[in-house]
């Protein structure tokens, strides 16, 4: 329903300074590890390269470009996987923008800690309050949830302490705990097997939560290369616990809903969503 503007290399003030090797330097350190993935030399060289309008400490933002006065919009804080640039899931990030959320997506390559993430929402809220920002008046800031890849699930894991988190989702990742808000874990019948095994393990923890395991030859970076399997669920999960939306819940509840019974697709499993 919305027009998506992309605002790069914002967060002034909110840097997240570079502590480890992969956020360094030029970024060929990280070739080998995306390698790993597949892809061309060329492209694979391209992505693990910083270039000097990509900075790393700063943060990329989607958002509603063409707000109504009075609009206001519930807040995802992104998390990379290891290695990965915002680019690599510019489809899922914009996709959320257009349906009506404010997406701060850090620029680090190396997320795990979480801080990166909550320094994000700091971020946001202060521009909420901002007359310059494009963002002033436009933020639901008691609206606040999570989500990251691999490297990323854990910092989303790690950040959710924070009490403004609503929701959360982790994808292909785990968790070694719980944490007193709904969470959607996906991975992926060939995901590594720490993802595979630690988002079912990280769903069973929770009091609330939902899990999925794609079929159909997905694996780890499914979400970056096809992201039209993962961003409807996505989508789907923020509507319904942050904008309390009845077609976001019947993805994931009632007998008949849009992820169950379909065990050719994926394996689902839900508890106790309200």
């Not at 933002?61 to 990965?84: E, H, I, K, Q």
């Not at 949830?145 to 490297?151: A, D, E, I, N, V």
């Amino acid at each position: 329903p919305y027009q998506v503007a992309k605002d790069e290399n914002v967060g002034e003030g909110f840097e997240n300074p570079a502590t480890n090797p992969n956020d360094q330097g030029d970024g060929l350190g990280c070739l080998s590890f995306i390698s790993m993935f597949g892809g061309e030399e060329a492209t694979n060289v391209s992505y693990s390269t910083l270039t000097p309008d990509y900075d790393i400490e700063r943060y990329t933002l989607y958002r509603p470009g063409d707000p109504a006065p009075g609009d206001t919009f519930p807040v995802l804080s992104w998390a990379n996987g290891t290695c990965a640039k915002v680019i690599g899931y510019d489809g899922l990030l914009s996709h959320l923008a257009s349906h009506g959320f404010i997406v701060i997506a850090a620029n680090s390559r190396y997320t795990g800690s979480g801080e990166a993430q909550r320094k994000g929402v700091d971020w946001v809220l202060e521009q909420n309050a901002n007359p310059d920002s494009p963002l002033h008046g436009h933020v639901a800031a008691e609206l606040i949830g999570l989500f990251g890849h691999s490297q990323g699930g854990a910092s989303t894991w790690n950040a959710s302490k924070d009490p403004r988190v609503k929701t959360a989702i982790v994808l292909n990742a785990g968790a070694m705990d719980a944490r007193p808000i709904p969470s959607y874990f996906l991975t992926g019948d060939d995901d590594v097997a720490f993802a595979l095994n630690g988002s079912r393990s990280g769903a069973m923890l929770q009091e609330s939560s939902a899990f999925v395991q794609l079929h159909e030859g997905s694996d780890h970076i499914t979400l970056m290369v096809e992201p039209e399997r993962v961003y409807p669920s996505v989508t789907a999960w923020f509507r319904y616990h942050l904008r309390n939306d009845q077609e976001g819940r019947a993805w994931f509840v009632g007998d008949d809903c849009k992820l169950c019974n379909r065990a050719e697709q994926w394996e689902y499993i839900a508890k106790q969503l309200p």
